[in-house]
């Protein structure tokens, strides 16, 4: 099965910047939307931004303006730069496929990264 594989995270103050990246290794015949969830303590995980396979990007209400999300698709790769961080933006940062397959003849599941720690804290 295809893994997620994060990194990036760590302790940054306000006002800092992290990047994000995700890279999905294993054998990759399909692979759809990829995006980025955050889940801090006591919350529900929620969407920080997702990037579709032709580039097209969606983000969250609270990080437009500071985050970016990029991608390679050669390398299957995702990028999430985060700027202007904030206290509140403390969480674990989750990589997410919605789609995913081997070969043309298995089946598409999604995947969840086992996530990256930021916290933002002066």
């Known amino acids: 099965q295809v893994r997620l594989v994060e990194s990036g995270g760590g302790l940054v103050q306000p006002g800092g910047s992290l990047r994000l990246s995700c890279a999905a290794s294993?054998?990759?015949?399909?692979?759809?939307?990829m995006a980025w969830y955050r889940q801090a303590p006591g919350k529900q995980r929620e969407l920080v931004a997702s990037?579709?396979?032709?580039?097209?990007?969606n983000y969250a209400d609270f990080v437009k303006g500071r985050f970016t999300i990029s991608r390679d698709n050669a390398k299957n790769t995702i990028l999430l730069q985060m700027d202007s961080l904030k206290p509140e933006d403390t969480a674990r940062y989750y990589c997410?496929?919605?789609?995913?397959?081997?070969?043309?003849?298995?089946?598409?599941?999604?995947?969840w990264g086992q996530g990256t720690q930021v916290t933002v804290s002066s």
């Open positions: 990037i579709a396979f032709n580039y097209n990007t």
């Open positions: 294993g054998d990759i015949f399909d692979i759809n939307t």
């Open positions: 997410h496929v919605d789609r995913i397959r081997e070969t043309s003849k298995t089946p598409l599941y999604d995947v």
